[in-house]
T-cell receptor, first 111, second 112 residues
């Protein structure tokens, strides 16, 4: 039973446009959410996070939005660049000690 | 350079053999984790350790064992009891419990 779901396995976006990656979760007790980025043959790297007490966190071109009532998390990348092409995982923390990961969305940014 | 090193990158083993995956970190992190990734699925937690000489089972610990004798090292043994061991294994560490993790490059294990 997957508690964190990324329903879009892939997304293709033109360079310069906005990329929106989505993540849904089922457990209302999750208190902290993260996005990781993974290039082929490398481990995931941390990108951005948000606490459950906030609804938005921004870091440069990356913004994460949290809608707790909908149990929905999204990552916006503006403007998208070809170097952003990677697999993006969302993760949610439970009880301060366990992280649950989505299955990932492969983003392709076309030049 | 600080980081997490997993070795080897690719590993092949015959069915029925135990195999140990190495994970070393020089980040001085207290917490370490092992995850497994299968196609179309998220990372699933196998074992985690908050501190030296202590570790806890994750969601899919059956058929696996770990040790944490040193802060820097958290090896994972895939035993013959693991029904479906072929997968991509990721080791991670974090400064503190419950904070964002740093991942190694992973080990792809294939059991034939």
């Amino acid at each position: 039973d997957q508690q964190v779901k990324q329903n879009s396995p892939s997304l293709s976006v033109q360079e310069g446009r906005i990329s929106i990656l989505n993540c849904d979760y089922t457990n209302s007790m999750f208190d902290y959410f993260l996005w990781y980025k993974k290039y082929p043959a490398e481990g995931p790297t941390f990108l951005i996070s948000i606490s459950s007490i906030k609804d938005k966190n921004e870091d440069g071109r990356f913004t994460v939005f949290l809608n707790k009532s909908a149990k929905h998390l999204s990552l916006h990348i503006v403007p998208s660049q070809p170097g952003d092409s990677a697999v993006y995982f969302c993760a949610a923390r439970y009880n301060f000690n366990k992280f649950y990961f989505g299955s990932g969305t492969k983003l392709n940014v076309k030049p | 350079d600080g980081g997490i090193t997993q070795s080897p990158k690719y590993l092949f083993r015959k069915e029925g053999q135990n195999v140990t995956l190495s994970c070393e970190q020089n980040l001085n992190h207290d917490a370490m984790y092992w995850y497994r990734q299968d196609p179309g699925q998220g990372l699933r937690l196998i074992y985690y350790s908050q501190i030296v000489n202590d570790f806890q089972k994750g969601d899919i610990a059956e058929g696996y064992s770990v040790s944490r004798e040193k802060k820097e090292s958290f090896p994972l043994t895939v035993t013959s009891a693991q029904k479906n061991p072929t997968a991509f294994y990721l080791c991670a560490s974090s400064i503190d419990w419950g904070t964002e993790a740093f991942f190694g490059q992973g080990t792809r294990l294939t059991v034939v």
